[in-house]
């Protein structure tokens, strides 16, 4: 099956070329691996382009699918190969119905990665559990859910299949993008201010 991850390349223009791992959402390592020298680590990322000079945002909306991928890679090739890792949460429960929301935390290395995925799987099974037994309803325990990864987390939400004006029915906390350079250094450490306020979209 693999652990998918997608690796977005960051252009001259600002609009980035996204390529596929099959193996690169087991731990962050990957990450280390591209460098000037091996901008595809070797051959653990495909040189086939899924997209190419897309927005950064449709990075996340249109490929980034939460029930697929487990990481996404930022790469900075103009910033001596900056790698930033983002662990991929799904936010909803296999039923059949809508399920491409998602949520993108950032990880600086396999230990804090390791935690993340840690505490996202606790809490939402916790959350099943009382969708279960009807203590919750499926909403109120997604809005929840969705809070948490925000605020403890300082994730970033976003709709997987959203097209640009889309008028969702269902958007507890707005979408928002981090920083290239807004990483996660320890266990929730604060990050440090985005100085480039026109990187963001």
């Known amino acids: 099956m693999g652990h998918r991850a997608l690796v977005a390349y960051r252009r001259p223009d600002r609009r980035y070329d996204v390529r596929y791992s099959h193996w690169g959402g087991d731990g962050v390592s990957l990450g280390e691996r591209i460098t000037a ?33 487990e990481v996404l890679y930022l790469v900075s090739p103009g910033a001596d190969y900056r790698v930033s890792a983002y662990r991929v949460c799904w936010l909803e429960w296999g039923d059949g119905r809508e399920d491409g929301r998602g949520a993108i ?10 935690r993340v995925r840690t505490w996202f799987r606790a809490t939402k099974t916790a959350l099943a559990d009382m969708i279960e037994m009807g203590a919750l309803s499926r909403r109120a325990a997604q809005a929840y859910l969705e809070a948490r990864v925000c605020e403890d987390e300082n994730g ?21 993008w981090l920083g290239d350079e807004r990483v996660r250094e320890g266990n929730r450490d604060h990050r440090e201010n985005d100085d480039d306020a026109g990187d963001h979209p």
Do not use: F
């Open 37 to 69: 020298e091996t901008p595809l680590a070797d051959g653990a990322v495909n040189p086939d382009l899924l997209a190419n000079a897309i927005d950064r945002e449709q990075v996340l909306t249109a490929h980034l699918d939460p029930c697929i991928y």
């Open 105 to 114: 935390v950032a990880v600086a290395d396999d230990a804090a990665d390791r």
């Open 156 to 176: 970033t939400v976003y709709t997987y299949g959203a097209s640009e004006g889309d008028d969702s029915s269902y958007t507890p906390t707005p979408d928002r």
